[in-house]
């Protein structure tokens, strides 16, 4: 059974970054029928797609966050991560991050992960 | 950005009864749309893939239909463990988006 969990500070500071990694079990990160992704959730915002990558480092980004997200892979790991930087209150959410396949949305997801942005 | 409005935000049924949830997207999006339950502490759980086939492992109670870019999620028949929000997704192109949730609530 696949199973993903999410990892990284719970609280980050204004202007820095936050830096969180996702930890995939029960199958390999490196298939090629699959796409990862990372999707965060606020009260305000509701649901909102961060971003996907595939196991060769090929990245898609929501426009709304491009300037500020890095989503890279280490498949010796079979881990993904999700660097934002500059963040801001706004960025206060649970993350999740998530098995993206081919033709499908996403089928598998983390328990996600609460990040509050605050001094 | 596709937006996609869900209606009702609220719903308040009883058990047995017939539920239906919609959700309209601004623009075409083929039926590359997803349904998921969420409840409260937890991930969103996919229940529908490419708007109207049902993942592996949950209730045939639960259907999705398409017409044109109105998409519909229904509960034929609603158990009390169907009380959840539920969500749609379109990840007919970037960037997915997804609706602001239906509360369902068992009277």
């Known amino acids: 059974q696949l199973h993903l969990q999410e990892s990284g500070p719970g609280l980050v500071k204004p202007s820095e970054t936050l830096s969180l990694t996702c930890s995939v079990s029960?199958?390999?990160?490196?298939?090629?029928?699959?796409?990862w992704g990372w999707i965060r959730q606020s009260p305000g915002k509701g649901l909102e797609w961060i971003g996907n990558i595939y196991y060769s480092g090929s990245t898609y980004y929501n426009p709304s966050l491009k300037s500020r997200v890095t989503i890279s892979v280490d498949t010796s790991k079979n881990q993904f991560s999700l660097k934002l930087s500059s963040v801001t209150a706004a960025d206060t959410a649970v993350y999740f991050c998530?098995?993206?396949?081919?033709?499908?949305?996403?089928?598998?997801w983390g328990q996600g992960t609460l990040v509050t942005v605050s001094s | 950005d596709i937006q996609m409005t869900q209606s009702p935000s609220t719903l308040s049924a009883s058990v047995g009864d017939r539920v239906t949830i919609t959700c309209r997207a601004s623009?075409?999006?083929?039926?590359?749309l997803a349904w998921y339950q969420q409840k409260p502490g937890k991930a969103p759980k996919v229940l529908i893939q490419k708007a109207s086939r049902l993942e592996s492992g949950v209730p045939s109670r639960f259907s999705g239909s398409a017409s044109g870019t109105e998409f519909t999620l229904t509960i034929s028949s609603l158990q009390p463990d169907d009380s959840a929000i539920y969500y749609c997704?379109?990840?007919?192109?970037?960037?997915?988006?997804f609706g602001r949730g239906t509360k369902l609530e068992i009277k």
């Open positions: 623009q075409s999006i083929s039926s590359w």
């Open positions: 997704q379109q990840y007919n192109s970037f960037p997915y988006t």
């Open positions: 998530a098995r993206l396949p081919s033709d499908d949305s996403f089928d598998y």
């Open positions: 029960g199958g390999s990160i490196s298939s090629s029928s699959y796409y």
